[in-house]
């Protein structure tokens, strides 16, 4: 089981290699070394069985996102901004053994909250399986845990990006704004790699380049409204998901599915659970009642028994495949969210 762990000291290496001109980004292609590039390194071992893409496959927006890769050889690269400025991370299991390694400002910041990413703030023991749909999901996904960030304008933009909108479009938003508006990101990554813009950046961001994206302007007013804020939003991470939760609220255009949403990654919130979402409730009420019709209040009811974990249990039931077979062709491919 997850529990709390006391941080391992960070060592100094350096990535070695030959300069070399960047080619074109290619999705998901390993990262090509630079040269002299100091790297911060950490091995953390974990409690029980970890699957890393489990953990920290929920962080990626997309098949394309510029902020995150998973390699051939399992790694995983994820660029963030964290208060320490920019950085890059790369996560990889060898054995039971995490290994890490981060370039840029934020490279210490990222080390030091590897453990939280990873679930080990996470306590699965609290969960108990109240459906045979859950219990065996649950058994065959030992290494799920809920990761928490410790970043919330991360997880609050791309979030309200894709609110009422299907997921192709606000994968394809969120890829277009960050590699125009964010940076390169540190480290001995691809040039498709990019650190998401600062609270000035999205403020600045003109109308006509939130058209050129799709992003319609309810939504880039609310993404507006909230870098404003960013500082006081970012507090949320360290409250508890109730007080994260009322305090992102606070801005008009964020509803409960987007701060659910939000904090269900930066905050590892159990209970989270994503209420609004279009697809959810049919997909809940199929697998736990057999009801492909259910709506958000008979979805709370089915999961009234997981009370407190209530995130932890949709998340298996999304994992077990459980869908309702469709009855006729998709109007529009993806998953479209309400507020």
């Known amino acids: ?3 709390r762990f006391a941080p391992r000291p960070v060592t100094r290496t350096t990535v070695r290699g030959g300069e070399a001109a960047i080619p074109p980004p290619r999705p998901g292609s390993q990262p090509a070394p630079s040269p002299a590039s100091p790297a911060l390194t950490r091995k953390w071992t974990p409690q029980g069985p970890l699957d890393l893409g489990l953990v920290l496959g929920p962080l990626r927006r997309g ?12 790694s995983v690269w994820r660029s963030c ?3 320490a400025g920019p950085g890059t991370m790369r996560v990889a299991m060898r054995g039971g053994e995490v290994e890490a390694a981060a370039w840029g400002e934020g490279a210490d910041w990222l080390l030091a909250q590897l453990p939280a990413l990873l679930g080990s703030l996470d306590d699965p023991s609290a969960f108990a399986p109240r459906h045979r749909i859950v219990a065996e999901a649950w058994r065959r996904c030992p290494g799920l845990r809920l990761g928490r960030t410790g970043l919330v304008m991360e997880s609050l933009i791309p979030s309200i990006l894709e609110q009422k909108v299907t997921t192709d479009e606000a994968y394809r938003a969120w890829r277009l704004l960050v590699r125009k508006y964010g940076e390169p990101a540190p480290g001995p990554v691809d040039g498709g790699m990019h650190v998401v813009p600062d609270a000035r950046t999205w403020s600045l961001i003109p109308s006509w380049e939130w058209h050129r994206a799709g992003v319609d302007s309810k939504r880039s007013a609310t993404v ?29 255009g964020i509803g409960p599915w987007t701060a659910a949403e939000t904090l269900q990654r930066s905050n590892g919130a159990p209970d989270a659970v994503s209420v609004g979402d279009y697809h959810l409730p049919s997909i809940v009420g199929y697998a736990l009642a057999g009801d492909r019709t259910a709506d958000d209040a008979a979805m709370l009811e089915l999961l009234t028994p997981y009370e407190g974990q209530r995130h932890r249990a949709a998340r298996l039931i999304l994992l077990s495949g459980a869908t309702p077979p469709r009855r006729a062709p998709r109007m529009t491919p993806g998953n479209i969210a309400r507020l």
Request: glycine letters at 4%.
């Open 1 to 3: 089981m997850a529990g």
């Open 63 to 74: 098949p394309y996102d510029p902020t995150f890769r998973r390699t051939p050889d399992g």
């Open 81 to 83: 901004r964290t208060p």
């Open 224 to 252: 507006v409204r909230a870098v404003r804020v960013a500082r006081r939003l970012e507090e949320a991470a360290a409250m508890s998901p109730e007080d994260a939760s009322a305090r992102l609220q606070l801005i008009p």
